[in-house]
Protein backbone atom coordinates (compact mmCIF):
# COMPACT_ATOMS: atom_id res chain seq x y z
CA UNK A 1 0.00 0.00 0.00
CA UNK A 2 2.78 2.17 0.60
CA UNK A 3 1.23 4.50 3.28
CA UNK A 4 1.68 5.30 6.49
CA UNK A 5 -0.82 3.86 9.00
CA UNK A 6 -2.23 4.84 12.18
CA UNK A 7 -3.97 3.12 14.98
CA UNK A 8 -5.18 4.11 17.82
CA UNK A 9 -5.52 1.31 21.16
CA UNK A 10 -9.52 1.34 21.11
CA UNK A 11 -10.27 2.43 17.62
CA UNK A 12 -8.00 0.38 15.92
CA UNK A 13 -7.13 1.60 11.93
CA UNK A 14 -8.53 4.79 11.37
CA UNK A 15 -6.31 6.80 9.23
CA UNK A 16 -3.31 6.20 6.46
CA UNK A 17 -1.36 8.99 4.73
CA UNK A 18 -0.87 7.88 0.85
CA UNK A 19 2.33 9.98 -0.63
CA UNK A 20 2.66 10.14 -4.79
CA UNK A 21 4.40 12.26 -6.69
CA UNK A 22 2.07 14.99 -7.21
CA UNK A 23 0.34 14.66 -4.02
CA UNK A 24 -0.60 13.42 -0.73
CA UNK A 25 -3.88 11.68 0.54
CA UNK A 26 -4.85 11.88 3.99
CA UNK A 27 -7.96 8.56 4.06
CA UNK A 28 -9.82 8.09 7.11
CA UNK A 29 -11.18 4.87 7.17
CA UNK A 30 -14.81 5.12 8.33
CA UNK A 31 -15.13 8.67 6.40
CA UNK A 32 -18.58 8.23 5.87
CA UNK A 33 -19.33 8.83 9.74
CA UNK A 34 -17.63 12.06 10.06
CA UNK A 35 -19.21 15.35 10.47
CA UNK A 36 -17.68 17.64 7.81
CA UNK A 37 -18.71 21.40 7.89
CA UNK A 38 -15.45 22.70 5.91
CA UNK A 39 -16.66 20.34 3.11
CA UNK A 40 -12.88 18.88 2.73
CA UNK A 41 -13.42 15.16 2.90
CA UNK A 42 -14.11 13.38 -1.15
CA UNK A 43 -14.47 10.02 -2.23
CA UNK A 44 -17.60 8.19 -3.64
CA UNK A 45 -17.46 4.79 -1.59
CA UNK A 46 -19.79 4.11 0.95
CA UNK A 47 -17.19 3.79 3.80
CA UNK A 48 -13.67 5.47 3.05
CA UNK A 49 -13.14 9.11 2.00
CA UNK A 50 -10.03 11.14 2.17
CA UNK A 51 -8.07 14.80 1.70
CA UNK A 52 -5.90 15.50 -1.06
CA UNK A 53 -3.37 17.73 -0.38
CA UNK A 54 -0.67 19.31 -3.24
CA UNK A 55 1.48 21.75 -1.38
CA UNK A 56 2.23 22.52 2.11
CA UNK A 57 0.01 25.96 1.97
CA UNK A 58 -2.83 23.45 0.78
CA UNK A 59 -2.22 21.42 4.22
CA UNK A 60 -1.99 25.17 6.38
CA UNK A 61 -5.65 26.20 4.76
CA UNK A 62 -6.74 22.87 5.56
CA UNK A 63 -5.26 22.19 9.42
CA UNK A 64 -7.70 23.11 11.60
CA UNK A 65 -10.73 20.88 9.48
CA UNK A 66 -8.38 18.09 9.83
CA UNK A 67 -7.28 18.42 12.74
CA UNK A 68 -11.34 18.22 13.99
CA UNK A 69 -11.65 14.91 11.43
CA UNK A 70 -9.09 12.88 13.18
CA UNK A 71 -10.66 13.85 16.69
CA UNK A 72 -13.85 12.31 15.58
CA UNK A 73 -12.38 9.77 13.64
CA UNK A 74 -10.68 9.05 16.97
CA UNK A 75 -13.60 9.22 18.84
CA UNK A 76 -15.79 6.78 16.86
CA UNK A 77 -14.35 4.53 19.08
CA UNK A 78 -15.96 1.34 19.26
CA UNK A 79 -19.49 3.16 17.80
CA UNK A 80 -18.66 1.86 14.19
CA UNK A 81 -19.25 -1.15 12.70
CA UNK A 82 -17.08 -3.76 12.29
CA UNK A 83 -14.73 -4.50 9.00
CA UNK A 84 -16.12 -7.98 9.05
CA UNK A 85 -19.09 -8.11 10.48
CA UNK A 86 -21.30 -8.67 6.97
CA UNK A 87 -24.75 -9.93 6.78
CA UNK A 88 -25.57 -13.34 6.52
CA UNK A 89 -21.32 -13.90 6.74
CA UNK A 90 -20.54 -16.84 9.83
CA UNK A 91 -17.14 -15.95 11.99
Known amino acids: WHSINYRHPEVGYFF ?4 FAEEARLVFEWGTRLDDPAKILEGET ?3 KHITLR ?11 L ?6 AIGLG ?14
Open 16 to 19: GVFP
Open 46 to 48: TRV
Open 67 to 72: VGLLMQ
Open 55 to 65: SMSDLAAKREA
Open 78 to 91: NDRVPRRAKAGRKR
